[in-house]
């Protein structure tokens, strides 16, 4: 699976959007774009994919680049709750072995 | 609609001793991978199992770990004689098709089992 870049890490501020961003120059044209977070001491959890458009769901927007080169996770709001390592990931539509966790972005909130 | 189930959560062996990790997917799912995660490092792929299959096991260490799914119960992943350097959570995570199908609709993981080894 191709490589991503993303920050060590990002403060923001309750109730303020927050703009992770990813960075994925080597993205091959069959590769989907996925986050995950985990939050301090669970499992992974999915947050939300995409391929070439931009996606919204009940967590968060992804806002893929035109030329797909990076993408952006947005949270609209952030919230206590929203602390958590967020990771971004590709994936091959045809990948034959598991996810590829990076180092993640360790997101805090304040109060 | 129960997610994936791991137990136990927290699992104390002493050096020596054997773990089994169990792992229950989410109804309908027939996928289970297997993640390690050192403590401060990420998580990384160890094993994917269909029922009564191995489909990639690349990332399991060679030596004294084995996993199985079999057609009826859990997922098991089974390490033999720990060391303390196998002290990690270890996180399972299933989907309702293989790979190429879970890069659209994505994993579900449970909650870990931390393995702490004395």
């Known amino acids: 699976d191709a490589k991503t870049t993303q920050p060590n890490s990002m403060e923001s501020n309750e109730e303020e959007p927050v703009h992770l961003p990813c960075n994925h120059s080597t993205i091959s044209g069959t590769d989907y774009i996925h986050w995950y977070r985990q939050l301090p001491s669970q499992g992974p959890e999915y947050v939300i994919h995409g391929l070439t458009s931009n996606v919204n769901n009940r967590m968060a927007s992804l806002a893929i680049a035109e030329d797909r080169k990076s993408s952006t996770l947005i949270l609209h709001r952030a919230t206590l709750r929203d602390a958590a390592v967020y990771y971004c990931?590709?994936?091959?539509?045809?990948?034959?072995?598991?996810?590829?966790f990076g180092k993640g972005t360790h997101l805090i909130i304040q109060p | 609609n129960a997610g994936v189930m791991q137990n136990p959560r927290h699992l104390v062996r002493r050096r020596g001793q054997e773990a089994r990790l169990r792992c229950s997917p989410m109804?309908?799912?027939?996928?289970v991978y297997w993640y390690r995660q050192l403590p401060e490092e990420g998580l990384k792929f160890m094993v994917y199992l269909q029922k009564e299959n191995i489909i990639d096991e690349s990332g399991m260490p060679k030596e004294r770990f084995s996993a199985e799914f079999p057609k009826e119960g859990p997922s098991i992943l089974r390490i033999q004689q720990v060391v303390r350097g196998d002290s990690a959570a270890y996180f399972c995570?299933?989907?309702?098709?293989?790979?190429?199908?879970?890069?659209?609709?994505?994993?579900?993981f449970g909650s870990g089992t931390r393995l702490t080894v004395v």
């Open positions: 995570a299933s989907s309702p098709v293989g790979t190429g199908g879970a890069s659209v609709y994505g994993y579900t």
């Open positions: 109804k309908g799912h027939s996928h």
């Open positions: 990931i590709l994936r091959d539509r045809g990948g034959a072995d598991g996810l590829t």
